[in-house]
């Protein structure tokens, strides 16, 4: 019998979630035995070595996004799949107007990742493309949410109802962060008997690191903490200027993105993440598969549901540098269990994510 077949649609397999996501459910997808084909626009980026050989890679090696619409439509046309899955807004745009041109069967299943009116870029270009998705998002056989926040807000700005609108929650590989986890790392940098805080993410104004920083100056002295920050991004040198400002240069440590954050994660004592909103938080499920206590902002988005609520680690208001010590230090004296952290990073494994994928698209 012939397999099912299912296509996967992205930009490039660089290191942003989008790509990651893709990455992890076409490996889902393919090993439970469907036939799998990955479309990139480039086909470049870390995670190409996440892909398995069973899945077929196709470049269309465009300059422009705009110019892969004819390459998709040709592309469903020729081959058909019964799924054709893509996420960011203006890959799903792609997507849609590539299928009103081929007019075939295939399903397009567009995902929303992102709070959408608050992305930070504007101006004529995301006007025209906020107006295409507005008029293409309904023409979509079904549209994926990240969390409950993203599917309400999904729904306000593309007015969008129904019960075409499910959420799913990011696929993670868990066990294989575990693996990661445990390569050598060299935090010679930290003074000796310093608790390590970690915070990964791109320096920008969504994901506010300087309530991480600022919050150093509220820790008692009684327990030297150390701040490190893995990523980077247009707001590092403002940042670095709070640093200075506020005396912080020896305890707080900018590291630039590396490929394999998770032994500094294993290695923290707490996670933060301090954003003003989010899709999901991956960060947050890598963080508890590594065992780690996490502190996270209630903002709009998948912290709240990550954490359930603070069953899982804690929640504090967005920009509050105050309540983030306060949360920080009773970790110190109450140190979360480990096996409950991990318990409920299993949820998302990509495995459990596949299937609910499935259930969703087929």
């Known amino acids: 019998m012939k397999s099912r077949k299912i296509a996967f649609f992205t930009s490039t397999l660089g290191d ?59 592309y469903l046309r020729s081959e058909q799949p019964e799924v054709f899955f893509t996420t960011m807004e203006y890959l799903n745009v792609i997507s849609l107007l590539a299928s009103e041109i081929a007019k075939t069967k295939t399903n397009i299943v567009i995902r929303c990742a992102n709070i959408q009116n608050k992305q930070e870029s504007q ?81 920008s104004e969504q994901k506010n690191m300087a309530t991480a920083i600022k919050c150093l100056s509220n820790l008692s002295d009684g327990q030297p903490t150390e701040l490190v920050i893995l990523g980077k991004g247009p707001k590092k040198e403002s940042l ?10 020896d305890r707080v440590h900018f590291l630039g993105f590396v490929d394999n954050p998770f032994p500094y994660m294993k290695a923290a004592d707490v996670f933060v993440l301090t954003s003003r909103w989010e899709g999901f938080g991956h960060v947050i499920v890598e963080s508890l598969a590594c065992g780690t206590p996490v502190v996270a902002t209630n903002c709009p988005g998948g912290p709240s549901e990550i954490l359930k609520n603070g069953e899982y680690g804690r929640l ?4 509050d540098d105050v309540e983030l010590s306060r949360e920080i230090s009773d970790i110190y004296d109450r140190p979360d269990e480990r096996e409950h952290i991990y318990d409920r990073a299993n949820d998302f494994e990509y495995t459990k994510i596949t299937d609910k994928y499935e259930e969703v698209m087929f």
């Open 123 to 203: 101006g004529i270009k995301r006007i025209v493309q906020r107006k295409l998705a507005k008029l293409l998002y309904p023409r979509a056989s079904e549209l994926i949410a990240l969390s409950e926040d993203v599917r309400e807000n999904m729904s306000e700005i593309y007015g969008l109802e129904g019960n075409r609108n499910s959420v799913i929650h990011n696929p993670v590989q868990v066990s294989e962060i575990q693996k990661q986890s445990t390569e050598p790392v060299d935090l010679s940098f930290l003074d000796e008997g310093s608790k390590m805080v970690l915070s990964v993410g791109s320096l």
């Open 16 to 74: 942003g979630g989008a790509q990651r996501t893709v990455a992890n459910l076409s490996r889902g997808f393919a090993e439970k035995g469907y036939t799998v084909d990955l479309i990139t626009i480039n086909c470049e980026g870390p995670y190409i070595e996440t892909i398995p050989d069973s899945v077929n890679i196709i470049e269309i090696n465009s300059d422009r996004a705009l110019t892969s619409v004819l390459p998709i439509a040709k």
């Open 316 to 319: 504090v208001p967005v920009g």
């Open 240 to 249: 670095k200027r709070l640093v200075n400002k506020l005396g912080l240069r």
